[in-house]
């Protein structure tokens, strides 16, 4: 089979196809044809090194798949050969972590492509408790576009942050595929949202969407245009990819009670907070890595209703991984890359 390799950590250009030896399902496995794979934000940071260096390589990323069941591992009965199939893009190593709540908390959760090689391949192994069948209706390359946000979103939108029907909800970087996907979950559950996006261009996209309000994180006015339109109470919910000197910012449009859910660090890996309005207005700052397969079931129940739908920014051939790398890294796509294992 053919995957896209790394042998060192840096730029896209160290992302090569080769051809390795197909895996093969051991017992409770399946053997999973990739149709497509779906790249993430940390696709990025882990083949720059910004993630760890302590992993081994050469090494295969990716956590999202959409795919097809190729051979079934002794015992497997759930399935059968050519079944389409979602594998969980991050999951317990361990039989006995896998009953944890949150999964995310399980003493060896690990997202897929970051101990384990990953989905950038034509041919993928994974436990038959971890995939899930896709009755989407959907094209692979569109399924491919859900599982990490899906379920990340969902998480935390619906479970940490709460959100309930009439909220008003702040979610940043409307037109990432983490960020678009959240605008889209929080107006499943009735929220109404505003979301920041980094350029104006990138507007009309995110109003698609159902974002009511949209603003660049640089306007002087981001605040004052985010009270009036919560009726000068401030927003419910902040949903937070973004990080950094972001945060406070964040804080200081919440309302007394609200929630900060922080779900990614991309603006930057520390924050400097003032304490004393935290405490007096009893805001909240919650943290969520992942979601678990009942996130990933009630997400897709919403892509099966039409209320949410994948968003598929550009597709590329296995054999230009780098050149979908140097548009991830530009940071430019509206929506999810996708890589076409096959084409």
């Known amino acids: 089979m053919r995957a896209a390799i790394m042998r060192k950590f840096g730029n896209p250009d160290v992302l090569s196809v080769e051809k390795m030896t197909r895996p093969e399902p051991k ?3 399946v053997l999973v044809r990739i149709l497509a794979t779906g790249l993430n934000r940390l696709d990025h940071y882990v083949r720059d090194g910004s993630v760890t260096r302590e992993m081994a390589l050469p090494h295969v990323l990716g956590s999202d798949a959409s795919g097809v069941v190729e051979v079934l591992g002794e015992g497997v009965t759930e399935f059968h050969i050519g079944d389409r199939v979602i594998p969980m893009p991050g999951y317990p190593l361990q039989f006995e972590d896998a009953l944890s709540e949150p999964l995310s908390a399980a003493p060896s959760y690990t997202i897929r492509g970051l101990v384990e090689w990953g989905t950038y391949a034509q041919f993928m192994v994974v436990p038959a ?22 379920v990340t979103g969902v998480r935390a939108v619906k479970v940490v942050g709460r959100v309930t029907a009439g909220e008003f909800v ?19 559950l009735g929220a109404r949202v505003a979301t920041t996006v980094r350029s104006a261009h990138k507007a ?26 919560s009726d000068g109470k401030g927003v419910h919910v902040v949903i937070d990819n973004l990080g950094g000197d972001v945060m406070p ?3 200081d449009v919440m309302r007394p009670l609200g929630r900060l859910v922080s ?31 009942d996130d990933m079931r009630w997400g897709l129940d919403q892509v099966r209703a039409g209320n949410v739908r994948p968003l598929v920014d550009e597709t590329f051939p296995l054999g230009k991984a780098a050149a979908a790398h140097q548009r991830l890294a530009a940071g430019e796509a509206r929506g999810n890359i996708v890589l076409l294992p096959w084409a």
């Open 27 to 29: 017992p409770g496995e």
């Open 129 to 150: 408790q971890w995939l899930l069948r896709d009755e989407t209706g959907l094209a692979p390359e569109e399924v491919a576009a859900l599982p990490m946000p899906l």
């Open 170 to 188: 702040l979610v940043h970087a409307g037109a990432s595929g983490t960020g678009s996907m959240n605008i889209q979950i929080a107006r499943a």
């Open 204 to 229: 009309e996209f995110v109003k698609a969407l159902g974002a009511e309000l949209v603003l660049q994180l640089d306007d002087p006015s981001f605040a004052d245009q985010l009270l009036d339109w």
């Open 249 to 251: 910012r964040s804080l």
């Open 263 to 293: 779900m990614g660090m991309v603006a930057g890996l520390e924050s400097t907070i003032q304490l004393r309005p935290l405490f007096f207005a009893q805001k909240q700052i919650l943290g969520t890595l992942m979601g678990d397969v």
